[in-house]
């Protein structure tokens, strides 16, 4: 969805490297969240965030920290990479409630030597 | 907790079959469901959920899934298959009266659909 935006699309890092991915989007949403896909294990949620002042932790938070500096913009970063660390990550978008979709950015590869 | 299923990595279709990918689901209370793609190199695009109603769920592309509350299951079907339709397919859920989980979605682990000239 072009309303979401994610930079870098890839990324090549080493160990012990500090990482930040960003994620921005049009779409006027409230909700923004942070996943990772591995193959085989699906989407795996990081973190999210329901507006500005509300961060919260996902299934996998250990090793990520996010910062949400404006309703359009949410980071993620890794502050010393490691290689299981290496994966899809994706950001998305959603309205508020329970049955509204959401939309995800194009994605981006990280590989962590 | 709420959990999905996805019981076939992989389908395989021959063009103009029909198709249908599996998922089911695990909730506490009543669950609302999506059906996500993925075409190569990029995100995952929205393509239908259910939400409460008819148990036929119209969609994007000229999909559709079905909701059966007796087999927990949310299969997505199309009537005749396409090449264009080879993507991955993921099925989620969110339970509603899973508060703290907040709006989480599960994703299962996806099926790769593979659709043959």
């Known amino acids: 969805d072009a309303d979401v935006t994610q930079t870098p699309r890839n990324r090549i890092t080493k160990t012990g490297k500090r990482i930040m991915l960003e994620c921005s989007q049009t779409?006027?949403?409230?909700?923004m969240y942070w996943y990772r896909q591995d193959p085989g294990l699906g989407l795996r949620l990081i973190y999210y965030s329901f507006d500005v002042k509300d961060i919260n932790k996902g299934e996998i938070s250990d090793g990520y920290s996010v910062s949400r500096q404006a309703q359009a913009k949410f980071s993620l970063s890794l502050e010393s990479a490691i290689p299981n660390q290496t994966a899809l990550y994706f950001c998305a978008t959603s309205d508020a409630g329970f049955y509204n979709e959401q939309f995800f950015g194009p994605g981006t590869r990280l590989t962590v030597l | 907790a709420q959990s999905v299923a996805q019981p076939e990595d992989q389908v395989n279709v021959a063009e103009g079959n029909p198709l249908t990918v599996k998922c089911t689901y695990s909730v506490s209370g009543n669950p609302y469901l999506f059906w996500y793609v993925q075409y190569p190199n990029r995100g995952l695009q929205f393509l239908l959920k259910y939400i409460t109603g008819d148990n036929l769920v119209k969609g994007s592309y000229g999909f559709e899934a079905e909701f059966n509350k007796s087999q927990t299951s949310f299969h997505l079907k199309k009537p005749s298959a396409l090449v264009s339709d080879s993507a991955l397919y993921f099925c989620a859920v969110r339970d509603i009266y899973e508060k703290s989980s907040g709006d989480k979605l599960t994703f299962g682990t996806g099926t790769r659909l593979a659709v043959r000239p």
């Open positions: 779409k006027g949403h409230d909700r």
